[in-house]
């Protein structure tokens, strides 16, 4: 499957995406709740990775961390979990690939950058009534 995320040149941009694609998460309706257990599974392998970067446990929870979505966002009617999947199985999938100019921990660190990012703006939107 082709990622429709790129790599980023730039913190600032991983950023700006992130803060798009929080509104459009939230817009789809999904709830802060309903991306709780996702994100606990993240701050798990964060928190793993801070430890070790070379632990590749990380990176087999990463792998399994796309069927857990893929349940997540089955659960959710009609086009609620549309954006929170395509989002997020794109960013893990990106993680996951080989590419020049970034090693495996460097995407690692942009994964955990995008989706702490995401969570941040998502609460911030669901909380300020979508006003930026």
């Known amino acids: ?6 790599a ?8 700006e995406d992130a803060r798009t694609h929080a509104r459009e998460i939230l817009n789809d309706g999904v709830k802060t709740h309903q991306i709780r257990n996702f994100f606990a599974a993240v701050e798990r392998m964060r928190r793993r ?8 446990e990380v990176m087999n929870e ?3 961390l796309l ?3 893929a349940y997540s966002a089955g659960r959710q009617p009609n086009s609620v979990g549309r954006h929170f ?5 794109n960013a893990i999938e990106l993680a996951l690939a080989e590419r020049d100019g970034a090693d495996e921990t460097q ?10 990012s995401i969570i941040a703006y998502h609460k911030y939107f ?5 006003k930026d």
């Open 62 to 64: 990463l792998v399994m």
């Open 107 to 116: 995407r690692l660190r942009e994964f955990f950058a995008y989706v702490e």
């Open 67 to 69: 069927p857990k979505l």
């Open 126 to 130: 669901d909380k300020t009534k979508h």
């Open 85 to 89: 999947y395509k989002y997020f199985s």
């Open 49 to 56: 990775f801070k430890k070790d970067p070379t632990d590749q």
């Open 1 to 6: 499957m082709e990622s429709n995320i790129v």
């Open 8 to 15: 980023y040149k730039s913190l600032q941009k991983l950023v």
